[in-house]
């Protein structure tokens, strides 16, 4: 279930929570985290229960409900475990960890640049030329070795 962060809060306990709501006209509800999650942010809901056997044959259950339902299984059935909740950022969160951009390279070509002289010769004095020239064994001086050491030397960050 999706849900969005209304705010954070504290428990008297120290115990850390959100306060969460489905949809605007829905009623808010607080659920425990390990740390703050800006509000306004978007997560995803996951509640799982698991009923106590009331005798050793028992089979355990385990269901998967909406808050509002997990709240009313608990009150209305007897005896249960504690609810295990977990809240997941979504890609919209913003406060998600973002992927690194590779890095590209800019600028001249420095001097220790693996087929330096070559390229040079052959008129690449630029990483953008360099990216544009296709392949670079065509390129008198430059063997199939050379170009793999080009190749990782724009892939370095």
């Not at 799982?48 to 709240?71: D, G, H, N, Q």
């Not at 809240?87 to 951009?101: N, R």
Request: hydrophobic residues 40%; glycine residues 6%; charged residues 25%.
């Amino acid at each position: 279930m999706i849900a969005k962060v209304i705010r954070n809060g504290q428990h008297s306990g120290g115990d850390k929570f959100v306060e969460v709501q489905e949809t605007p006209s829905s009623p808010p509800y607080a659920v425990p985290v390990s740390q703050d999650i800006a509000p306004g942010s978007e997560v995803e809901i996951v509640v799982t229960l698991k009923s106590v056997p009331k005798e050793p044959e028992s089979v355990v259950e385990e269901r998967v409900v909406s808050p509002a339902t997990a709240e009313a299984f608990a009150v209305e059935t007897s005896p249960i475990a504690p609810i295990d909740t977990t809240v997941a950022p979504t890609a919209s969160d913003e406060s998600a960890v973002e992927e690194e951009e590779p890095v590209v390279k800019q600028g001249k070509l420095p001097e220790d640049f693996p087929g330096h002289a070559a390229l040079a010769e052959a008129g690449i004095n630029t990483f953008n030329q360099l990216r544009k020239a296709g392949d670079v064994t065509e390129i008198p001086g430059i063997g199939p070795a050379t170009a793999e050491k080009i190749q990782a030397a724009l892939e370095e960050e």
